[in-house]
């Protein structure tokens, strides 16, 4: 009741409505329900985000060499990625890389990734426009949450009030791949990675009948 009285531009924005029939029916949704959706509507929103990371790139999908993506709330295959990349018109030959099982990293190590990939292509002499994007859709996974609380009281599911549904995009180029567009924002100086020790169980992600825990 407390959150049906918080104002519309208040809330979390979700690609779910609240009063959609799959998610108030008697029975919750399966996992398979939940993959179907990821792979309309995520793809559909990384799409979005992808073409505007585009635009303000000021280049054209063909130049596009590499792509790298990530996701924490989707497992099917072959990889939403795939289907981002079909409906944006990517060439067919552009490397293609997804992402798995990093969870709140996925941003980040789409960065690192993207970064690393320019920086190999320079030494191999050749040009590189990295596309990189992550979508992540936690709303559907509201049914799999309330029933882990309904049967542990204890547990404490904060990604019902934290997380909402979204998604980025953005261009990374080495310097050959600058000589066609020079439109840079950022410049990647350096990036390292690691993990830190006894924190595994703080990041488990578990797929469940009703969607992932």
Known sequence: MA?????????????????????????????????????????????????????EWKGSVSQITHTVAATGTNAGS????????????????????????????????TIRTAATIANDATLRGRPACVLGFTCDVTSTNIRCDLKMISENPEEIRPSMALFSDASAAFII?????????????????????????????????????????
């Open 173 to 213: 180029c080495n310097s050959l791949g600058l000589k066609v567009n020079k439109n840079a924002v950022y410049t990647v100086l350096d990036w390292e990675n690691s993990v830190i020790p006894g924190t595994q169980s703080d990041e488990n992600c578990l797929i469940d009948p009703l969607g992932k825990y």
């Open 78 to 109: 072959p990889g939403y990625d795939l289907l981002v990349n079909e409906r944006l018109g990517i060439r067919p030959e552009a490397q293609r890389m997804l992402l798995s099982g990093i969870g709140c990293a996925g941003g980040l190590a």
């Open 3 to 55: 959150d049906s009285m918080i104002p519309p531009s208040q809330r979390r924005p979700n690609l779910i409505s609240r009063d959609d029939p799959l998610f108030n029916r008697s029975e919750p949704p399966t996992i398979s329900e939940l993959d179907s959706v990821f792979r309309t509507r995520a793809v559909d929103l990384a799409a979005r985000a992808c073409k505007k990371a585009i635009a």
